[in-house]
């Protein structure tokens, strides 16, 4: 690992699409890696199951572990590359292994930093051996480090973004083409841009991974997935993006960790952005991290969040900072300086909320749904209702003022209950990244 | 240096906004630096020409130096911060006297970088320091780190952005209030948006400075400032601003550094964007920065490019870089690597062109100035004349297709030949970063 003139060698444990672009871009890139790592980086052992799969490079010469945990502890091996994914199981193995064997570890598995990433950060450190994971947060935006070095300086005050591209991708179509949430996600998965099973990602499980490592690094405290409200998009409709339009917001699924002077809030759901903000102009499968910081103010990165190149672009950056000796603690700072802010729990959130109901149309409704919001203490910024129907279904769109989410939760189960309220109410929290 | 738990001990030449900004850094937050930098940074000398003024910080305990290459040698600094600014004279001394004393240099001096970073460069290499510059582009965005280490794993494509505020500023203000270009001006040096002598900033010598710089990085190659091309916003008018809304672009002053096969193009100008760039959504005081990797794909960082927090903030993040032992190469790899691709002449350059005369209103004049263009073998896309006025001036704008900035200057000389043609016409380039 010290000497200067040695190549890196780095073992690479799965060869899913991550994996195989690291070897990529590891190989076509070589000439220029090899001058800002100040050495040669090569892959010498690779793990994976399936040894006949055509993955697009050439595997002569490099040793095959059909264990990755084996492949972790090759003496062949300097730097181990995670990229088999999942909390549990190999993956987890594989980088404990790595890290007893005195080996440095580069990962792009947000699911196990996010539920394991406390312990795995101890081990490395009592084992003295870096754990990089550029990779696992906005796929090729350099976000982990902007955080963690490049706004070293400032006390930071959020960190929020648009940060699982599927989601983005189906809100975005959705908007764009005025379609339905299911019809658009079939379409996702056929073109790629959605797992076969989705849930991870539009649940907000995959945004609610990466914002608890951008939060722990953000607030200096280990990662606690638990502390985290997630919700995902599933119950987004065309209804509602129409109406955010007329309203001047786009629905984007934001992930947003702030420090109060109570204590921190996590939070991953669908959020009405104006459209003004930056955030609200980013579509598709990209991703943005906006972070703020108590003398930088507010800086907004923004790419590619997933895909082979753009990840394995993460990995290998990790490898050449680890080739170089270029080593910071794993959350920002050393463990023992790690702190613990109370968590805010969701319903200490304060903000305003749109909320969409389908009602039957007759006189008496509005006053029945305005004397719940009144009877919670929560007051309105504006209403909504097209056209009439008289004794059908209508929707009817009212915007609150600020108010506290336990009050609107209460108005809410209220209004869920009235004889002219035919739908279980839509509610979206207004906001910004 | 070496011991973990000494104080690094820094000394600041030169205590305008950015030099008592990073004195405020480093003491409001000096519990978060400590821990990130896993050591404390203090403040031990300043040095600056009037010790009388209020500076807004308290300089009992302080080393007191009148001359700044004093304060670069005295043994109780370790770190020498250079904010006096300017390429020549005290500044550069001090940052040579500082490397020549083995002392790591953090500067936020663009315009000692972009004129004789080359020569800085091999010094500090010579020396073996580091010599830290992320405050020297786009001030708080960690533009210097996210492409050096952050987007390592690519050959970098392309680098641009909106590298001056001023610009954005007066250019943002034009287009929101429809005025003209001398009285945003005024107002903003009222404002303290721009500098007395506003000359460096709208002559586009500011941002030509920063882009020599991120060339260098991009493409690995000594910065070499007078490979630029360099044009400011002075003759930006109302008119044409009006006529790039109508059009669906917004005018901005980009700073554009592209790797083609035949060589490195690198220049500063007004250009049309399309308005649904992102680029074109970045407005007033905001500085961005677009990198383009060959597996990463288009990266996009956004925030504040000066300013006393923003540009301290960075100067702090060297500071922490340094305090930890992280060492990059000054230009990304050693200077043995450094290549020199050719400089391509904007003579070369190859694009669409918005082109907006004044003409006397008279039958023919089209027919001459189409026929200039048809000669030069320019092909016009669209053309635009509102209203008549049989006699007088009137605006005629044609946009081209992609064509050689060789025709255009010929066609361009020609068309300012015409009797018709009233004044010198206004050519303005279209693009995107």
Redesign the interface.
């Known amino acids: 690992m010290s000497d200067p003139h040695k190549p890196l060698r780095v073992g690479i444990a799965g060869l899913g699409t991550v994996g195989a672009?690291t070897v990529n871009?590891l190989r076509?890139?070589a000439a220029?890696?090899s001058?800002?790592?100040?050495r040669p980086i090569t892959v010498t052992a690779v793990s994976a199951r399936d040894r006949t799969r055509d993955r697009g490079f050439a595997t002569e010469g490099l040793i095959w572990h059909d264990d990755a945990v084996a492949l972790a502890t090759d003496d062949n091996v300097d730097v181990v590359v995670e990229v088999i994914g999942g909390a549990q199981g190999p993956a987890a193995d594989t980088v404990r292994a790595a890290i007893r064997a005195g080996k440095p570890v580069v990962t792009a598995n947000k699911a196990l930093l996010a539920l394991h990433g406390a312990e795995l950060a101890s081990l490395a450190e009592e084992y003295g051996v870096p754990l990089g994971f550029?990779a696992a947060v906005a796929g090729?935006?350099?976000a982990i480090?902007?955080l963690r070095?490049?706004?070293?300086?400032?006390?930071i005050i959020s960190v929020s973004g648009i940060l699982n591209g599927t989601c983005n991708y189906i809100l975005t179509v959705m908007r764009e083409q005025g379609r339905d949430f299911a019809e658009v996600l079939a379409d996702a998965q056929a073109f790629g841009y959605a797992e076969a099973d989705p849930a991870f990602d539009i649940d907000g499980v995959d945004a609610a991974h990466k914002l608890a490592i951008l939060g722990a690094l953000a607030f200096?405290q280990p990662v606690d997935f638990a502390a985290l409200h997630v919700e995902g998009i599933r119950r987004i409709t065309a209804l509602d993006i129409a109406f955010a339009r007329e309203l001047g917001f786009r629905i984007k699924l934001l992930g947003i960790a702030k420090r109060t002077a109570d204590g921190v809030s996590m939070r991953v759901h669908p959020t009405m952005v104006p459209e003004a903000e930056?955030i609200a102009?980013?579509d598709g499968v990209f991703n943005a991290v906006v972070a703020e910081?108590?003398?930088?103010?507010?800086?907004?990165?923004?790419?590619?969040g997933a895909g082979a190149?753009?990840t394995?672009?993460?990995?290998?950056?990790d490898?050449?900072?680890i080739a170089?000796?270029?080593?910071?603690?794993i959350w920002?700072?050393?463990g023992y300086?790690l702190g613990k802010l109370p968590a805010l729990p969701m319903s200490a959130h304060q903000g305003a909320y749109y909320l969409r109901l389908m009602v039957r149309d007759r006189s008496g409704v509005m006053a029945d749904v305005t004397a719940v919001l009144r009877d919670a203490g929560v007051s309105l910024q504006s209403m909504l209702q097209h056209g009439r129907a008289p004794g059908e279904s209508v929707p009817i769109v009212l915007v609150t003022h600020e108010t506290t989410e336990g009050a609107m939760m209460q108005a809410l189960s209220a209004i869920a209950n009235l004889d002219s309220v035919l739908e279980p109410p839509a509610l979206i929290r207004i906001g910004a990244a």
Do not use: C, Y
Request: proline share 5%; glycine share 18%.
């Open positions: 672009g871009v076509q890139n220029i890696i001058a800002r790592a100040g550029e090729g935006i350099p480090k902007a070095e490049g706004l070293a300086a400032n006390e200096g930056e102009q980013v910081g108590n003398f930088v103010g507010r800086v907004m990165l923004m790419g590619r190149g753009p394995a672009s993460a990995v290998v950056a490898l050449i900072d170089r000796g270029r080593l910071t603690p920002g700072v050393e300086a």
